[in-house]
Protein backbone atom coordinates (compact mmCIF):
# COMPACT_ATOMS: atom_id res chain seq x y z
CA UNK A 1 0.00 0.00 0.00
CA UNK A 2 1.50 3.43 -1.10
CA UNK A 3 1.47 6.25 1.18
CA UNK A 4 -1.39 7.61 -0.88
CA UNK A 5 -3.30 5.14 -0.18
CA UNK A 6 -2.68 4.66 3.43
CA UNK A 7 -3.65 8.53 4.06
CA UNK A 8 -6.99 7.47 2.01
CA UNK A 9 -7.26 4.79 4.78
CA UNK A 10 -6.62 6.81 7.70
CA UNK A 11 -9.13 9.43 6.48
CA UNK A 12 -11.97 6.80 6.00
CA UNK A 13 -11.25 5.17 9.38
CA UNK A 14 -10.88 8.56 11.02
CA UNK A 15 -14.32 9.31 9.87
CA UNK A 16 -15.94 6.49 11.17
CA UNK A 17 -13.59 6.15 14.84
CA UNK A 18 -13.25 9.85 15.53
CA UNK A 19 -16.75 10.23 17.50
CA UNK A 20 -16.29 7.19 19.35
CA UNK A 21 -12.98 8.00 20.03
CA UNK A 22 -13.67 11.66 21.39
CA UNK A 23 -16.56 10.55 23.48
CA UNK A 24 -13.95 8.03 25.60
CA UNK A 25 -11.36 10.41 26.07
CA UNK A 26 -13.80 13.01 26.94
CA UNK A 27 -14.92 11.28 29.52
CA UNK A 28 -11.82 10.27 30.42
CA UNK A 29 -10.09 13.65 30.74
CA UNK A 30 -14.36 15.22 31.44
CA UNK A 31 -13.18 18.59 28.70
CA UNK A 32 -14.25 18.25 25.08
CA UNK A 33 -11.35 20.80 23.92
CA UNK A 34 -9.04 18.53 25.25
CA UNK A 35 -10.09 15.14 24.22
CA UNK A 36 -10.43 16.54 20.98
CA UNK A 37 -6.83 17.91 20.93
CA UNK A 38 -5.93 14.47 22.22
CA UNK A 39 -7.74 12.62 19.67
CA UNK A 40 -6.04 14.84 17.04
CA UNK A 41 -2.98 13.70 18.37
CA UNK A 42 -3.63 9.95 18.35
CA UNK A 43 -4.42 11.25 14.57
CA UNK A 44 -0.74 12.35 14.12
CA UNK A 45 0.52 9.68 15.72
CA UNK A 46 -1.06 7.27 13.11
CA UNK A 47 -0.31 9.26 9.50
CA UNK A 48 3.20 9.10 10.98
CA UNK A 49 3.43 5.06 12.34
CA UNK A 50 1.03 3.67 9.55
CA UNK A 51 2.72 4.89 6.31
CA UNK A 52 5.73 2.83 8.02
CA UNK A 53 4.64 0.23 9.59
CA UNK A 54 0.95 -0.65 7.76
CA UNK A 55 -2.52 -0.06 9.25
CA UNK A 56 -3.45 -2.38 12.41
CA UNK A 57 -5.85 -5.31 12.06
CA UNK A 58 -8.40 -2.95 14.35
CA UNK A 59 -7.43 0.84 13.56
CA UNK A 60 -10.37 2.18 16.14
CA UNK A 61 -8.68 0.27 18.93
CA UNK A 62 -5.17 1.23 17.81
CA UNK A 63 -6.55 4.78 17.83
CA UNK A 64 -8.81 4.71 21.18
CA UNK A 65 -5.13 3.07 23.05
CA UNK A 66 -3.53 5.60 21.83
CA UNK A 67 -5.85 8.65 22.83
CA UNK A 68 -6.05 6.80 26.01
CA UNK A 69 -2.26 6.82 26.57
CA UNK A 70 -2.20 10.92 26.17
CA UNK A 71 -4.80 11.66 28.01
CA UNK A 72 -2.97 9.57 30.92
CA UNK A 73 0.25 11.39 29.68
CA UNK A 74 -2.14 14.73 29.89
CA UNK A 75 -3.55 13.84 33.45
CA UNK A 76 0.18 12.99 34.92
CA UNK A 77 1.93 16.90 33.48
CA UNK A 78 -0.93 18.61 34.93
CA UNK A 79 -0.34 17.17 38.25
CA UNK A 80 3.04 17.77 38.02
CA UNK A 81 2.37 21.36 36.82
CA UNK A 82 0.21 21.50 40.01
CA UNK A 83 -2.69 22.19 37.75
CA UNK A 84 -5.10 19.42 39.34
CA UNK A 85 -7.99 18.40 36.68
CA UNK A 86 -10.56 18.84 39.54
CA UNK A 87 -13.37 17.11 37.71
CA UNK A 88 -11.20 13.99 37.78
CA UNK A 89 -12.02 14.16 41.78
CA UNK A 90 -9.58 13.10 44.54
CA UNK A 91 -9.97 9.28 44.44
CA UNK A 92 -7.36 9.96 41.21
CA UNK A 93 -4.89 10.85 43.17
CA UNK A 94 -3.07 7.74 44.49
CA UNK A 95 -3.70 5.88 41.07
CA UNK A 96 -1.45 8.42 39.25
CA UNK A 97 1.49 6.90 40.52
CA UNK A 98 0.51 3.72 39.03
CA UNK A 99 0.95 2.42 35.43
CA UNK A 100 -0.71 3.76 32.65
CA UNK A 101 -2.53 0.19 31.75
CA UNK A 102 -4.15 0.62 35.66
CA UNK A 103 -4.72 3.85 35.63
CA UNK A 104 -7.27 3.58 32.08
CA UNK A 105 -8.52 1.05 33.59
CA UNK A 106 -9.82 2.95 36.59
CA UNK A 107 -10.67 6.25 34.55
CA UNK A 108 -12.16 3.17 32.50
CA UNK A 109 -14.83 1.82 34.76
CA UNK A 110 -17.87 4.19 34.40
CA UNK A 111 -21.12 3.78 33.93
CA UNK A 112 -23.32 4.67 30.11
CA UNK A 113 -22.38 4.85 26.74
CA UNK A 114 -19.38 7.66 25.71
CA UNK A 115 -21.47 8.33 22.63
CA UNK A 116 -24.65 8.77 24.37
CA UNK A 117 -22.76 11.50 26.97
CA UNK A 118 -21.57 13.13 24.05
CA UNK A 119 -24.54 13.61 22.05
CA UNK A 120 -26.17 14.72 24.79
CA UNK A 121 -23.40 17.21 25.63
CA UNK A 122 -22.81 18.54 22.56
CA UNK A 123 -26.73 19.33 22.10
CA UNK A 124 -27.07 21.01 25.66
CA UNK A 125 -30.25 23.44 25.58
CA UNK A 126 -27.77 25.96 27.27
CA UNK A 127 -26.18 26.50 23.21
CA UNK A 128 -27.94 28.18 20.75
CA UNK A 129 -29.42 25.88 18.09
CA UNK A 130 -26.95 26.93 15.49
CA UNK A 131 -24.14 26.12 18.25
CA UNK A 132 -25.39 22.78 18.79
CA UNK A 133 -25.69 22.02 15.62
CA UNK A 134 -22.21 23.09 14.41
CA UNK A 135 -20.69 21.34 17.46
CA UNK A 136 -22.63 18.24 16.86
CA UNK A 137 -21.48 17.83 12.97
CA UNK A 138 -17.87 18.23 14.20
CA UNK A 139 -18.00 15.84 17.00
CA UNK A 140 -19.99 13.69 16.00
CA UNK A 141 -20.44 13.44 12.23
CA UNK A 142 -16.48 14.21 12.05
CA UNK A 143 -16.95 17.31 9.56
CA UNK A 144 -14.17 19.58 9.07
CA UNK A 145 -15.10 23.44 10.04
CA UNK A 146 -14.74 24.23 6.08
CA UNK A 147 -17.08 21.44 5.23
CA UNK A 148 -19.85 22.79 7.94
CA UNK A 149 -19.09 26.33 6.61
CA UNK A 150 -20.03 25.29 2.96
CA UNK A 151 -22.73 23.28 4.33
CA UNK A 152 -24.61 26.14 5.52
CA UNK A 153 -23.03 28.53 3.37
CA UNK A 154 -21.63 30.47 5.98
CA UNK A 155 -17.66 31.44 6.81
CA UNK A 156 -15.69 28.95 8.09
CA UNK A 157 -14.46 31.39 10.45
CA UNK A 158 -18.31 31.77 11.80
CA UNK A 159 -18.37 28.13 11.73
CA UNK A 160 -15.02 27.97 14.49
CA UNK A 161 -16.16 30.89 16.72
CA UNK A 162 -19.79 29.36 17.01
CA UNK A 163 -17.91 25.91 18.12
CA UNK A 164 -15.22 27.61 20.41
CA UNK A 165 -18.12 29.30 21.87
CA UNK A 166 -19.85 26.35 22.56
CA UNK A 167 -17.00 24.80 24.17
CA UNK A 168 -16.95 27.59 26.11
CA UNK A 169 -20.27 27.49 27.34
CA UNK A 170 -20.55 24.35 27.96
CA UNK A 171 -17.32 25.22 30.39
CA UNK A 172 -18.94 28.52 32.07
CA UNK A 173 -21.96 26.50 32.89
CA UNK A 174 -20.15 23.31 34.43
CA UNK A 175 -22.88 20.97 32.35
CA UNK A 176 -21.52 17.51 33.35
CA UNK A 177 -20.55 15.22 30.47
CA UNK A 178 -23.30 13.06 31.74
CA UNK A 179 -26.86 11.67 29.93
CA UNK A 180 -29.72 12.94 32.22
CA UNK A 181 -32.41 11.00 33.71
CA UNK A 182 -36.23 11.45 34.71
CA UNK A 183 -37.99 14.46 32.90
CA UNK A 184 -34.58 16.29 32.16
CA UNK A 185 -33.91 13.36 29.78
CA UNK A 186 -36.91 14.18 27.95
CA UNK A 187 -36.61 17.51 27.86
CA UNK A 188 -32.64 17.00 26.72
CA UNK A 189 -33.48 14.10 24.34
CA UNK A 190 -36.65 16.37 22.37
CA UNK A 191 -33.23 18.78 21.77
CA UNK A 192 -31.18 16.04 20.00
CA UNK A 193 -33.80 15.00 18.05
CA UNK A 194 -34.23 18.84 17.42
CA UNK A 195 -30.60 19.02 15.90
CA UNK A 196 -30.49 15.76 13.67
CA UNK A 197 -34.04 17.21 12.31
CA UNK A 198 -32.44 19.81 11.37
CA UNK A 199 -29.51 19.12 10.03
CA UNK A 200 -31.68 16.48 7.79
CA UNK A 201 -33.95 19.25 6.63
CA UNK A 202 -30.86 21.43 5.72
CA UNK A 203 -29.77 18.55 3.25
CA UNK A 204 -33.58 17.70 1.85
CA UNK A 205 -34.37 21.36 0.94
CA UNK A 206 -31.49 23.62 1.15
CA UNK A 207 -32.57 27.23 2.77
CA UNK A 208 -29.87 29.08 0.24
CA UNK A 209 -27.82 28.50 -2.34
CA UNK A 210 -27.49 27.07 -5.50
CA UNK A 211 -28.39 23.56 -5.06
CA UNK A 212 -31.94 22.41 -3.76
CA UNK A 213 -30.29 19.32 -1.95
CA UNK A 214 -27.23 18.92 0.10
CA UNK A 215 -27.67 15.25 0.30
CA UNK A 216 -24.49 14.69 2.65
CA UNK A 217 -26.29 16.08 5.61
CA UNK A 218 -29.10 14.05 5.28
CA UNK A 219 -26.43 10.98 5.22
CA UNK A 220 -25.34 12.51 8.29
CA UNK A 221 -28.18 13.13 10.22
CA UNK A 222 -29.47 9.45 9.21
CA UNK A 223 -26.18 7.95 10.46
CA UNK A 224 -26.30 9.84 13.67
CA UNK A 225 -30.11 8.72 14.20
CA UNK A 226 -29.21 5.10 13.98
CA UNK A 227 -26.67 5.04 16.46
CA UNK A 228 -29.19 7.02 18.76
CA UNK A 229 -31.52 4.46 18.16
CA UNK A 230 -29.10 1.67 19.26
CA UNK A 231 -27.97 3.67 21.93
CA UNK A 232 -31.65 4.24 23.15
CA UNK A 233 -33.90 1.46 21.31
CA UNK A 234 -36.47 2.01 24.37
CA UNK A 235 -37.73 5.74 23.10
CA UNK A 236 -40.10 5.79 20.76
CA UNK A 237 -39.25 9.05 18.79
CA UNK A 238 -36.06 8.48 18.47
CA UNK A 239 -37.52 5.13 16.19
CA UNK A 240 -40.27 7.65 15.14
CA UNK A 241 -37.25 10.32 13.81
CA UNK A 242 -35.48 7.65 12.74
CA UNK A 243 -38.19 6.54 10.53
CA UNK A 244 -38.93 9.77 9.10
CA UNK A 245 -35.80 10.23 8.20
CA UNK A 246 -35.10 7.14 6.19
CA UNK A 247 -38.55 7.64 4.45
CA UNK A 248 -37.83 10.93 3.20
CA UNK A 249 -34.07 9.98 1.93
CA UNK A 250 -35.86 7.31 -0.04
CA UNK A 251 -36.97 10.32 -2.70
CA UNK A 252 -33.47 12.06 -2.64
CA UNK A 253 -32.40 10.20 -6.26
CA UNK A 254 -35.93 11.26 -7.36
CA UNK A 255 -36.18 15.27 -6.38
CA UNK A 256 -34.40 16.89 -9.07
CA UNK A 257 -33.70 16.56 -12.78
CA UNK A 258 -30.40 15.67 -14.93
CA UNK A 259 -29.97 19.64 -14.78
CA UNK A 260 -30.80 19.71 -11.06
CA UNK A 261 -34.10 21.25 -10.99
CA UNK A 262 -36.48 20.28 -8.72
CA UNK A 263 -39.07 17.69 -9.06
CA UNK A 264 -42.12 18.00 -7.00
CA UNK A 265 -43.87 15.13 -5.10
CA UNK A 266 -46.08 14.05 -7.08
CA UNK A 267 -44.55 14.43 -9.92
CA UNK A 268 -41.23 12.53 -9.03
CA UNK A 269 -40.71 9.10 -11.24
CA UNK A 270 -41.66 6.34 -8.15
CA UNK A 271 -39.45 3.83 -9.31
CA UNK A 272 -36.20 5.87 -8.29
CA UNK A 273 -37.32 6.05 -4.63
CA UNK A 274 -35.07 4.09 -2.76
CA UNK A 275 -37.10 1.10 -1.57
CA UNK A 276 -34.24 0.01 0.97
CA UNK A 277 -34.58 2.84 2.77
CA UNK A 278 -38.55 2.92 2.66
CA UNK A 279 -38.68 -0.63 4.20
CA UNK A 280 -36.33 0.42 6.90
CA UNK A 281 -38.48 3.32 7.62
CA UNK A 282 -41.38 1.35 8.09
CA UNK A 283 -40.07 -0.75 10.38
CA UNK A 284 -38.64 1.85 12.47
CA UNK A 285 -42.10 3.51 12.35
CA UNK A 286 -43.83 0.19 13.29
CA UNK A 287 -41.53 -0.55 16.26
CA UNK A 288 -42.40 3.44 17.68
CA UNK A 289 -45.67 2.70 17.17
CA UNK A 290 -45.53 -0.62 19.31
CA UNK A 291 -43.13 1.45 21.87
CA UNK A 292 -46.83 3.33 22.69
CA UNK A 293 -45.41 6.28 20.41
CA UNK A 294 -48.06 6.65 17.58
CA UNK A 295 -48.84 10.15 18.29
CA UNK A 296 -45.36 11.40 19.15
CA UNK A 297 -44.86 14.27 16.67
CA UNK A 298 -41.73 13.03 14.48
CA UNK A 299 -43.61 9.17 14.57
CA UNK A 300 -47.04 11.10 13.03
CA UNK A 301 -44.91 12.64 10.74
CA UNK A 302 -43.30 9.49 9.71
CA UNK A 303 -46.50 8.00 9.09
CA UNK A 304 -47.59 10.71 6.98
CA UNK A 305 -44.33 9.95 4.84
CA UNK A 306 -45.07 6.81 4.96
CA UNK A 307 -48.76 7.10 3.16
CA UNK A 308 -46.54 8.48 0.41
CA UNK A 309 -44.03 5.44 0.12
CA UNK A 310 -46.99 2.56 0.17
CA UNK A 311 -48.67 4.60 -2.65
CA UNK A 312 -47.39 3.31 -6.10
CA UNK A 313 -48.82 6.18 -8.16
CA UNK A 314 -49.89 9.52 -7.14
CA UNK A 315 -53.45 8.50 -7.66
CA UNK A 316 -52.95 6.22 -5.15
CA UNK A 317 -52.20 8.44 -2.40
CA UNK A 318 -54.36 8.42 0.86
CA UNK A 319 -54.81 11.84 0.81
CA UNK A 320 -57.79 11.67 3.58
CA UNK A 321 -55.72 9.97 6.01
CA UNK A 322 -52.43 11.87 5.61
CA UNK A 323 -55.35 15.15 6.26
CA UNK A 324 -56.21 13.20 9.39
CA UNK A 325 -52.47 12.41 10.40
CA UNK A 326 -52.13 16.50 10.16
CA UNK A 327 -54.95 16.89 12.62
CA UNK A 328 -53.84 14.73 14.81
CA UNK A 329 -49.92 16.21 14.60
CA UNK A 330 -51.73 20.22 14.97
CA UNK A 331 -53.08 18.89 18.53
CA UNK A 332 -49.62 17.66 19.43
CA UNK A 333 -47.31 20.16 17.76
CA UNK A 334 -49.35 23.45 17.47
CA UNK A 335 -47.37 25.61 14.31
CA UNK A 336 -48.69 27.60 11.40
CA UNK A 337 -46.46 25.51 9.26
CA UNK A 338 -47.19 22.38 10.23
CA UNK A 339 -51.27 23.65 9.94
CA UNK A 340 -49.97 25.32 6.44
CA UNK A 341 -49.31 21.50 5.75
CA UNK A 342 -52.36 20.43 6.70
CA UNK A 343 -53.82 22.81 4.26
CA UNK A 344 -52.25 21.23 1.44
CA UNK A 345 -53.27 17.49 2.75
CA UNK A 346 -56.89 18.58 2.93
CA UNK A 347 -56.73 20.59 -0.19
CA UNK A 348 -56.16 16.83 -2.06
CA UNK A 349 -58.76 14.97 0.17
CA UNK A 350 -61.24 17.57 -0.49
CA UNK A 351 -60.48 20.41 -2.50
CA UNK A 352 -58.99 23.35 -2.97
CA UNK A 353 -61.95 25.17 -2.01
CA UNK A 354 -62.11 23.29 1.55
CA UNK A 355 -58.20 24.30 1.65
CA UNK A 356 -57.97 28.09 0.75
CA UNK A 357 -60.01 29.02 4.02
CA UNK A 358 -57.36 27.36 6.08
CA UNK A 359 -54.87 29.00 4.22
CA UNK A 360 -55.85 32.38 3.82
CA UNK A 361 -56.29 32.49 7.96
CA UNK A 362 -52.29 32.08 7.67
CA UNK A 363 -51.58 35.47 5.36
CA UNK A 364 -51.30 37.05 8.34
CA UNK A 365 -49.34 35.12 10.61
CA UNK A 366 -46.11 36.98 11.82
CA UNK A 367 -43.72 33.84 12.53
CA UNK A 368 -44.89 33.25 8.77
CA UNK A 369 -44.40 36.64 6.99
CA UNK A 370 -41.15 35.48 5.47
CA UNK A 371 -41.53 31.93 4.86
CA UNK A 372 -42.03 31.46 1.33
CA UNK A 373 -43.64 28.20 1.13
CA UNK A 374 -47.29 29.64 2.43
CA UNK A 375 -47.62 32.54 -0.46
CA UNK A 376 -46.55 29.43 -2.76
CA UNK A 377 -49.23 27.39 -1.30
CA UNK A 378 -51.77 29.96 -1.32
CA UNK A 379 -50.82 30.54 -5.14
CA UNK A 380 -51.17 26.32 -5.83
CA UNK A 381 -54.78 26.49 -4.81
CA UNK A 382 -55.59 30.02 -6.26
CA UNK A 383 -54.74 28.56 -9.68
CA UNK A 384 -56.51 25.07 -9.34
CA UNK A 385 -59.30 27.65 -8.39
CA UNK A 386 -58.86 29.10 -12.10
CA UNK A 387 -57.90 32.37 -10.37
CA UNK A 388 -54.89 32.48 -12.64
CA UNK A 389 -54.42 36.31 -12.15
CA UNK A 390 -54.12 35.88 -8.20
CA UNK A 391 -51.95 32.46 -8.52
CA UNK A 392 -48.86 34.43 -10.31
CA UNK A 393 -49.18 37.25 -7.71
CA UNK A 394 -48.63 34.81 -5.07
CA UNK A 395 -45.88 32.71 -6.85
CA UNK A 396 -43.79 35.76 -7.89
CA UNK A 397 -44.17 36.78 -4.36
CA UNK A 398 -42.67 33.29 -3.23
CA UNK A 399 -40.55 34.23 -5.38
CA UNK A 400 -38.84 36.99 -3.92
CA UNK A 401 -38.60 35.37 -0.79
CA UNK A 402 -36.70 32.22 -1.14
CA UNK A 403 -32.98 32.26 -1.02
CA UNK A 404 -32.58 29.15 -2.63
CA UNK A 405 -31.52 29.82 -6.47
CA UNK A 406 -33.07 26.27 -7.53
CA UNK A 407 -36.62 26.99 -5.77
CA UNK A 408 -36.85 30.75 -6.96
CA UNK A 409 -36.51 28.73 -10.73
CA UNK A 410 -39.16 26.94 -10.04
CA UNK A 411 -41.51 29.62 -8.35
CA UNK A 412 -40.68 31.98 -11.47
CA UNK A 413 -41.56 29.25 -13.74
CA UNK A 414 -45.13 28.57 -11.79
CA UNK A 415 -45.85 32.61 -11.98
CA UNK A 416 -45.01 32.50 -16.05
CA UNK A 417 -47.41 29.58 -16.46
CA UNK A 418 -50.31 31.38 -14.69
CA UNK A 419 -49.63 34.38 -17.12
CA UNK A 420 -49.39 31.68 -20.07
CA UNK A 421 -53.35 30.84 -18.17
Known sequence: MTTHDTHRAIDAIWKIESPRLIATVARMVRDLDLAEELAQDALVTALEQWPRDGVPRNPGAWLTQTAKHR???RIRRERMAGRKLEALGKDMEGLLEADDDRLIDALDDDIGDDMLRLIFTACHPVLSVEARVALTLRLLGGLTTDEIARAFLVSEATVAQRIVRAKRSLADEAVTYDVPRGDALKERLAS????????????????????????????EAQRLGRVLAELMPGEAEVHGLVALMEIQASRLGARTAADGAPILLLDQDRARWDRLLIGRGIKALERAERLGGARGPYTLQAAIAACHARAARPDDTDWPRIADLYAALVEVLPSPVVELNRAV????????????????????EPSLKDYHLLPSVHGDLLFRLGRAADARLAFTRAAGMTRNERERSLLKARAEACGAR
Open 71 to 73: AVD
Open 345 to 364: AVSMAEGPDAALPIVEALLD
Open 192 to 219: VLRVLYLIFNEGYAATAGSDWMRPALCE
